[in-house]
């Protein structure tokens, strides 16, 4: 592979990061790496591969010379200057969610579609976080007894909407561990021992939130993007449509629901799925433990399961709690857990730009 001319679009951002640091650790060929960021980021240093470049502004003029461009910019400026990149003769590579359902723009996995990538014309989609995850372990199981419905349920890290979420949860649950707020939290905090004395006064205040429409400290939401007259909700149909694009089979009946949960970093999925032939819990360990970008973590009497901790800043997605549905004909089940910031994003996107 010759050394490319690589710019990443949102260098600054968590994902643009996380692209920085996997085009290091798996030694991608840059020959001259061009960080980009928006007006308030210019001037802003970030190191890479030993030395420390100074980021530039992203505008339209960006690209020149410029042989692959990684975008983590958000999908309004993907738009903007996603083209004049491939006008420039870049190959983009888009984490947004701008192109994913052009039908001129492959939606690319690498461990499932790899040979999407070929029919680009100039700009290749990168999926939504969990979307990759549910497909990689799903694809295999596929091709072996043809998956025909997938219900799947999220729980997903607050890092997925970013670096003032973390802060929002982190303020969040300190204060409610204080004892402040709802008189609950005072009463727990009393019983966990934090220090609290019976007789300590409870100043209930409404705990502050900017980022969420509720308090996410120690609550879930079951709403991730908006909602549609239906009731699911915008990541909801982004798992079902992206499914279908990636397999390139639309007949699968995919549902989903997804959470918002106080995680830091990582999502998690619970997914039960049918086939149309029957296989057996053993056969999917066999499948899975043989399946690219997969680890097989199922040994419940040891409590070894997929967990965020375990897969937070690792590259697999881990796959276990494998077991039989007996609700439904061939049913079966299985929880994941994988980084939103590695497979879910920069490393799919690295692993694309390996591709090309």
Known sequence: MSAKVVAVAGVTGAVGTEMLRVLEAREFPVKKLVPLASARSV????????????????????FEGVEIALFSAGGSRSKKFAPAAVASGAVVVDNSSAFRMDPDVP???????AEAAKSHHGIIANPNCTTIMMVVP???????????????????SVSGTGAKAISELCSQACALVAGEGHPQYKEAALLAGLGLRDDTPHVAREIERSIYPHQIAFNCLPHIGGFYP????EEERKLVNETHKIFADDSVAIFGTTVRVPVFRAHSEAVHFQTAEPISPEEVREVLS????????????????????????????????????????????????GDQLLKGAALNAVQIAELL
């Open 138 to 156: 799903m694809w295999p199981i596929h091709r072996v007894a043809k998956v025909t419905r997938v219900v799947s349920c999220t729980y997903q």
């Open 43 to 62: 001037g802003k240093k970030i190191e890479f591969a030993g030395e420390e470049l100074e980021v530039q502004e992203l505008t339209e003029s960006s």
């Open 230 to 233: 239906e009731g699911d909700t």
């Open 290 to 337: 043989k399946a690219p970008g997969v680890e097989v973590v199922d040994n419940p009497e040891k409590n070894e399961y997929p967990m965020p901790i375990y897969a937070t800043g690792r590259a697999e997605v881990f796959v276990g709690r494998i077991r039989r549905d007996p609700s439904v004909e061939n049913g079966m089940a299985l929880f994941l857990a």
């Open 107 to 113: 939606l690319v996995v690498p461990e499932v579609n």
